[in-house]
């Protein structure tokens, strides 16, 4: 009888022990783990603009204007731009920039990786967003045609302005201004010479100018005002639109050739002068205006065809000889300039289409999105200020383990 009692006890206690634990379980389920909220797409300022447009008394002046990055759709995702981890070999984290990366061991969310090839994405999904150029500003507003604008890392611009107006055919001299005070000086004539018909300035660097006097391209040291002599004596013909390679090696520069407008490249080093775009674009196309695409063998630039006005943009890579028209002809688009947007290249262009309003559009560089920007103007260049890219490894947990499951 006792046996029985015992039994009978221990079947209750253990139904007691199993109910007990049903009840905690129920009571108790464990809890889900909270999901990284998806980052919103924010909007970003990317840089400052400055272009020539029509001034108030129907003069070209040199405006400024803010770009920015404006979201679409505020609930999208920011694309993933960078990826955090440990690299042993320094002992402390590292923000990987954009490309291809190769690391004998790193720790990537705590698991130790050997012999890891990492190919980071810093891309903003564009397609999320729209560009907008606000808080335009007449920088010089004055009684003379003022165009053609560059600028250094100084906050110092370098333009063309033309004191009789350029519909007068009067001269066109060289000026530049601080930002900061906002006076102008006349740069030409220097002591006295260089008077009269001056084109295309640029900065070589933030105290030299180059520019195009009576069809010969020149320098000048603005701490000194010494000119150097041409830098292009080879040709008789009329030179413009020079600019160096970002190196310093090549300097690109136009001139007429049978008739024609070509660009041309000279190495400095060794003197030899090459066309820039290939000979069957030579054929049908007159070139204008190249300028370097962020690297010492990529250039963008536009060309306009032979038969028609219709002005085309063009990448060209001088290694591959990879050639490339971004635009299709059916508008005409003129003077490019690029820029860098969190390691995505995009070009700035004017369209000459309607030219009682010439406008500013933007497209990638390869065509494939092209916008028109809320903005006249022509000639347009940048002083990048850079995005905001932030740094949480929550925001780029997919990427990673993207990678981690390759390897």
Known sequence: MKKIMV?????????????????????????????????????????????????????????????????????????????????RSFSKQHILQNGIHKFDDVLIEERRLRKVVINTVLSIDITKYDFEIRDVENITNSTSDDFAVNINNNNQIVFVTA??????????????????????????????????????????????IIWSHDGKIQEVDLLTLKVSGSLIPEYDSQLYDPKYSPDG??????????????????????????????????????????????????????????????????????????????????RDFRYVTPIDISGDYYLIFSDWTDRDKIALWISNIDGSILRELNQTGDEAIFTILGLQIPNNLDEYSEIVKQYIRNF
Not at 188 to 202: E, L, V, W
Not at 251 to 260: D, E, G, H, P
Not at 273 to 297: C, G, H, M, Q
Request: charged share 20%; proline share 7%.
């Open 7 to 87: 039994v009978f006890f221990v079947f209750i206690l253990l139904m007691l022990v199993v109910n007990c634990k049903e009840n905690a379980i129920l009571q108790e389920p464990t809890p889900e783990p909270t999901p990284t909220p998806t980052p919103k797409p924010t909007e970003q300022l990317i840089g400052r603009m400055y272009f020539h447009d029509t001034g108030p008394s129907s003069q070209y002046d040199i405006f400024s204007g803010d770009l920015y990055l404006v979201p679409k759709d505020t609930g999208a995702a920011i694309s993933q731009k960078r990826v955090s981890f440990e690299n």
């Open 163 to 208: 004191p009789d107006g350029l519909g007068n055919g009067g001269v066109t001299e060289i000026a530049y201004m601080d930002l900061t005070d906002r006076v102008r000086h006349q740069l030409t004539p220097i002591k006295g010479q260089y008077s009269g018909n001056n084109f295309d300035p640029d900065w070589k660097t933030d105290s030299i």
């Open 249 to 330: 090696t090549m300097l690109i520069f136009n001139t007429r050739v049978n008739r024609k407008k070509n660009s041309f490249i000279k190495y400095l080093s060794s003197g030899n002068i090459e066309p820039v775009l290939p000979a069957d674009i030579f054929k049908d196309y007159r070139d204008d205006n190249p300028t370097w695409l962020f690297s010492n063998n990529y250039i963008t630039g536009h060309t306009l065809r032979t038969n028609t006005a219709d002005g085309r943009i063009y990448t060209y890579d001088l290694s591959s000889k990879e050639f490339n028209f971004v635009t299709d002809g059916t």
